[in-house]
């Protein structure tokens, strides 16, 4: 096995006594693609400013390409792009002069930063809007931008967080698009977002709360571990008939979109469920647990035993 873009053992982190980050793990491949889900406050962006060296741990290590990333931060710099919550563009900037900035930054010679300028607007799609200035972009054509401002150093390491957030359906699944095809050229690709659907996206998931990772494997392995079963009711009258079904012991209701989503665990509760709501014109149907079942799962679990 090659060695691992992004390795974090064990970071440990607090803010005013409060524990951010404990005992975070993980390691990243070349190729592959991991994410940190979970909503705010779960930790996300300190292991990614940790990784980074925008922030040192309390505890633990991490490294980019073997490379420390507290005490050698000048070796990891062009191996890594960062791509923070508000990434910086410079709004009164065009998209052209927003990518010469940042490759100017970064040092590249004229030659280079126009070849790369031309293989990124390709890849953004940005080209018919090059002259555009970045303030007057859309939200997805931002987030675009700002990951092309992001490669133009042409990292092998890329740290995403919440690059989505904010961002209308359409963009994100481009956007997730664009991501898809820089794994595929072999970058490694660590990536935030709180929006569970996106999970189903990368290789590896880690599901964090209060900086804890309550679970972690393929989008697959996380979803089969819910540990119960669902019945999805679906028609009028739902709030109603959710204080009622609340009240069966052993019944969870959570609402899913237009749907209550019933969990339980036994063929007892199964058959309660159905005797109560036989005649109320709800329809039934078998629910399929997915990584937002398994997340709110272990939330509760977890609640349930720092009581």
């Not at 390795?7 to 592959?32: C, F, N, T």
């Not at 401002?149 to 967080?161: F, K, M, V």
């Not at 595929?184 to 929006?195: D, K, Q």
């Not at 609340?246 to 509760?269: C, I, K, M, N, T």
Request: glycine residues 8%; proline residues 5%; charged residues 25%.
């Amino acid at each position: 096995m090659s060695q691992p873009a992004l390795e974090l053992e064990r970071l440990a982190r607090s803010w005013d006594g409060v524990p951010a980050l404990h005992e975070l793990s993980l390691s990243l491949q070349p190729g592959r693609t991991i994410g940190l889900i979970g909503p705010d406050g779960a930790g996300k962006t300190t292991a990614l400013r940790i990784a980074c060296g925008l922030l040192a741990a309390d505890g633990g290590h991490a490294r980019v390409f073997g490379f420390d990333s507290t005490t050698q931060t000048d070796r990891i710099r062009d191996l890594l792009g960062y791509m923070p919550q508000r990434f910086s563009l410079y709004p009164d900037l065009s998209v052209d002069e927003n990518l010469r900035f940042f490759a100017e930054l970064h040092g590249l010679p004229r030659a280079l930063r126009l070849q790369r300028r031309e293989k990124l607007l390709a890849f953004s799609r940005l080209e018919p809007f090059v002259t555009r200035r970045a303030g007057a972009l859309s939200g997805g054509m931002k987030q675009k931008l700002a990951l092309a401002c992001t490669l133009i150093h042409e990292p092998r390491l890329l740290l995403l967080d919440e690059p989505t957030t904010g961002v209308d359906p359409v963009s994100r699944l481009e956007f997730w698009a664009l991501l898809k095809s820089l794994a595929e050229e072999g970058m490694a690709l660590c990536v935030s977002t709180p929006y569970m659907d996106e999970a189903e996206r990368l290789d590896e998931v880690l599901l964090l709360h209060r900086g804890r990772v309550l679970s972690r494997g393929t989008p697959a392995d996380v979803a089969a571990a819910f540990p119960g079963k669902i019945l999805a009711a679906r028609g009028t009258g739902l709030l109603d008939w959710k204080v009622r079904l609340e009240a069966l012991p052993g019944v969870e209701v959570w609402r899913f979109g237009d749907e209550l989503h019933l969990v339980y665990r036994e063929a007892a509760q199964e058959r309660a469920i159905r005797t109560l709501l036989d005649g109320s014109g709800l329809e039934l149907h078998a629910g399929e647990p997915d990584i937002e079942h398994t997340f709110f799962a272990l939330v509760e679990a977890s609640e349930e035993e720092s009581a």
